[in-house]
């Protein structure tokens, strides 16, 4: 359904006619219209006000995106760049729309360009545009909004807004440092000062807590503050940020287990197959625990290091065997 979406997106840019940008950029844009057609006919009909808040960046972001060779690299830190500004400078259904297709093609990918945006075009390190954008992306209710005013269904609306909202919370989440976290304010009034008067960096820095450790007591104290501060996105935010962090944990934690796994069976000097008679399990059940596919119970890891302990050769065996 995105991709129907998105040709009618392109359909709608070729048939804009809304004021185009200033002739000083027209020259960039021309250039630029040679390779990536859709993104200079996205980009030019931008009605930027002379001397507005978005200028200086905007002639920026041409001179990077005119700098890209024509590459598959380059296409897609092109298109992420360019929606990104599109979708602070301008915000419509379209720049929304786009966003969910760019999300449902690269996933993750395209936080991490969209992380680079302020360090791409040497803009303050504040990280304005990355502040706006995580904001714009996660107003699912403005977005809905827009994106039905614009002819799109309702299902269509809420579908590209869900897919905006995680692209926001990845780019929250792509630049925290769990061993970077400030400590967290005392009080429901300094939270909503921080959200609403702070920026992304600000913000990353209090998720740290969590990155840290999200089984700690840190996720709840931020939560319930969210709840005192009556900010419940805040909260949403929290509680995401918390099981991805777990998620992440938890998927690290059994590759770990499965290296140990595969370390007993190594050092027991036995086939699979044999080990996995050993401690009473198929051998095709031991892949599944070698590989990481899944996690064995505490008490069958007890068996398998009890295992390996007893099938493991002694020294004396080793040296014989070896003669």
């Given at each position: 359904?995105?991709?129907?979406l998105?040709v009618?997106?392109?359909?709608g840019?070729?048939?804009?006619?809304?004021?185009?940008?200033?002739?000083?950029f027209?020259?960039?844009?021309d250039r630029?219209?040679?390779?990536?057609?859709?993104?200079?006919?996205?980009?030019e009909?931008l009605?930027?006000?002379?001397?507005?808040?978005?200028?200086q960046?905007?002639?920026?972001?041409?001179?990077?995106l005119?700098?890209?060779?024509a590459?598959?690299?380059?296409?897609?830190?092109?298109?992420?760049?360019?929606n990104?500004?599109?979708?602070?400078a301008?915000?419509?259904a379209e720049?929304?729309?786009?966003?969910?297709?760019?999300?449902?093609?690269?996933?993750?990918?395209?936080?991490q360009v969209?992380?680079?945006?302020?360090?791409?075009l040497?803009?303050?390190p504040?990280?304005p545009?990355?502040?706006?954008?995580?904001?714009?992306?996660?107003?699912?209710?403005h977005?809905?909004?827009?994106?039905t005013?614009?002819?799109?269904?309702?299902?269509?609306?809420?579908?590209?807004?869900?897919?905006?909202?995680?692209?926001a919370l990845?780019?929250?989440?792509?630049?925290?440092d769990?061993?970077?976290?400030?400590?967290?304010?005392?009080s429901?009034?300094?939270?909503?000062?921080i959200?609403?008067?702070r920026?992304?960096?600000?913000?990353?820095?209090?998720?740290?807590?969590?990155?840290?450790?999200?089984?700690?007591?840190?996720?709840?104290?931020?939560?319930?503050?969210?709840?005192?501060?009556?900010?419940?996105p805040?909260a949403?935010?929290?509680?995401?940020?918390?099981?991805?962090?777990?998620?992440?944990?938890?998927?690290?934690?059994?590759?770990?287990?499965?290296?140990?796994?595969?370390?007993?069976?190594?050092?027991?000097?036995?086939?699979?197959r044999?080990?996995a008679?050993?401690?009473?399990?198929?051998?095709?059940?031991l892949?599944?625990?070698?590989?990481?596919?899944?996690?064995?119970?505490?008490?069958?890891?007890?068996r398998?290091?009890?295992?390996?302990?007893e099938?493991?050769?002694?020294?004396?065996?080793?040296?014989?065997l070896?003669?």
């Open positions: 359904m995105l991709r129907r998105h009618a997106t392109i359909r840019i070729k048939m804009n006619t809304a004021t185009p940008t200033r002739p000083e027209h020259g960039t844009i630029l219209r040679e390779i990536r057609p859709r993104i200079a006919a996205s980009l009909r009605d930027l006000p002379e001397g507005g808040p978005h200028q960046t905007f002639a920026r972001l041409l001179q990077e005119d700098s890209f060779s590459s598959s690299r380059h296409d897609v830190q092109a298109a992420v760049l360019a990104m500004f599109e979708v602070v301008r915000g419509d720049d929304y729309a786009e966003t969910a297709l760019l999300s449902q093609t690269w996933g993750k990918r395209i936080a969209q992380n680079e945006f302020e360090d791409q040497g803009i303050a504040n990280r545009y990355t502040t706006a954008a995580i904001l714009r992306l996660a107003r699912g209710e977005i809905r909004g827009v994106l005013d614009a002819g799109h269904t309702a299902a269509d609306a809420e579908r590209i807004a869900a897919e905006c909202g995680k692209v990845r780019l929250l989440l792509e630049g925290v769990g061993a970077n976290p400030v400590p967290l304010p005392d429901p009034e300094l939270l909503r000062l959200v609403e008067k920026g992304v960096s600000v913000w990353r820095a209090l998720l740290a807590n969590i990155a840290a450790n999200p089984f700690g007591p840190e996720a709840r104290q931020l939560t319930e503050l969210a709840h005192e501060a009556e900010l419940p805040v949403l935010v929290v509680e995401a940020c918390t099981r991805a962090y777990r998620k992440r944990i938890e998927v690290a934690e059994r590759l770990e287990v499965s290296r140990e796994i595969r370390r007993l069976v190594a050092i027991s000097g036995c086939s699979q044999r080990f008679a050993h401690i009473g399990t198929s051998a095709s059940r892949s599944t625990y070698v590989n990481g596919l899944v996690t064995p119970s505490a008490t069958l890891m007890v398998i290091r009890w295992a390996a302990a099938l493991t050769p002694s020294m004396a065996e080793r040296s014989r070896a003669s």
